[in-house]
Nanobody, 124 residues
Framework: EVQLQASGGGLVQAGGSLRLSCGAS????????IAWFHQAPGKERKGVAC????????LWGDAVEGRNAIHNDNAKNTVTLQMTSLRPEDTGIYYC?????????????????WGQGTLVTVSS
């Protein structure tokens, strides 16, 4: 059974940084992609970044500004999302999601497995 555990959220001032971690277990051997989605209060989940088993990466939305970076630590079965220059609009729950296909897409329906989310609050 695939399980995802998101952690690393917290309260940070605008301009600060956070590193979120997604611990993954139970993956079958083969291709996969793991992504981070952001859900602001009262809004839909939006894709932030994604990485595949082949090392391909995708950044979506504001992440393309260079404020976010995604990294896969295969030895630790962990995918991290480094967020810098945080803004109040980055506040929300960050979910990690996974699919057994080697395909990144900013679409929640493309991911079969979801972690419980970690809350990020950015104060102004």
């Amino acid at each position: 059974e695939v399980q995802l555990q998101a952690s690393g959220g917290g309260l940070v001032q605008a301009g600060g940084s956070l590193r979120l971690s997604c611990g993954a277990s139970g993956f079958p051997r083969g291709d996969y992609a793991i992504a981070w989605f952001h859900q602001a209060p009262g809004k839909e989940r939006k894709g932030v970044a994604c990485i595949t088993s082949g090392g391909g990466k995708a950044l979506w939305g504001d992440a393309v500004e260079g404020r976010n970076a995604i990294h896969n630590d295969n030895a630790k079965n962990t995918v991290t999302l480094q967020m810098t220059s945080l803004r109040p609009e980055d506040t929300g729950i960050y979910y990690c999601a996974a699919t057994t296909r080697r395909l990144c897409a900013p679409d929640v329906t493309r991911f079969e497995y979801w972690g419980q989310g970690t809350l990020v609050t950015v104060s102004s």
